[in-house]
Each structure stands twice: as C-alpha cells, then as structure tokens.
Nanobody, 119 residues
C-alpha cells in the first residue's frame, strides 16, 4: 500500500485547507484511515481517524469542531478538511492506513505534507 498526501501550504490564521491522501496498491475500503501531524520539535500526534465505512470518526480534542475527516472508497481517497486554522496547527501532516479496519494498528504511512499557519 502506498499513500500520497497532498494539499498542504501556507495559510493565514482563520483560513482553511483541504488535505488529500491518495492510496494505491490496494483497495482501502476495508481499512481504517487516519491523519497525524508532527510539529517542529514535537512528537507525532493523532489528529483524526475514520473506520472502514467512514461512518465512525474520532478526533483529537485540539481539532474537534474544526477538522473533518472523510473518505471516498470508490476513489481510494481520504480527506482532511481543516477550518479555522490556528498557528498551533502548523505541522507536517501524514495520512496512515490500518488494515484491521478499526484505528490502532497503523501499518502504512504517507510521506507527509507541510501545513504552515501564519498569525
């Protein structure tokens, strides 16, 4: 499974970005998918995840109400809509895939896309 994240960039505080994660090599309709981020000098942290159906989602408290994870299994794509961005959201964002279907065993990772939020 190969994952390719894209959509990062520079945005002002309060703005929005939509990240995309394209999967190849296998149909991911049965996989849980997630987004993580790593800010400079910090450890990678969980952002959001969705189970294989896309119906059940969960979020880090820091992004709840601002970020939305979604998936299009027909296109093998996962998205992260980020609204009301804050400078503390600045990080490299990674998508990940969990073959068990329920978040927790992140076996596959994309290369990351940089999001920079200016104040």
């Amino acid at each position: 499974v190969q994952l390719q994240a894209s959509g990062g960039g520079l945005v002002q505080a309060g703005g929005s970005l939509r990240l995309s994660c394209a999967a190849s090599g296998r149909t991911l309709s049965s996989y849980a998918m997630g987004w993580f981020r790593q800010a400079p000098g910090k450890e990678r942290e969980f952002v959001a995840a969705t189970r294989w159906s896309g119906v059940i989602t969960n979020y880090a408290d820091s992004v709840k109400g601002r970020f939305t994870i979604s998936r299009d299994n027909a296109k093998n794509m996962v998205y992260l809509q980020m609204n009301s961005l804050k400078p503390e959201d600045t990080a490299v964002y990674y998508c990940a895939a969990d073959p068990t279907g329920a978040p927790g065993q992140w076996d596959y990772w994309g290369q990351g896309t940089l999001v920079t939020v200016s104040s």
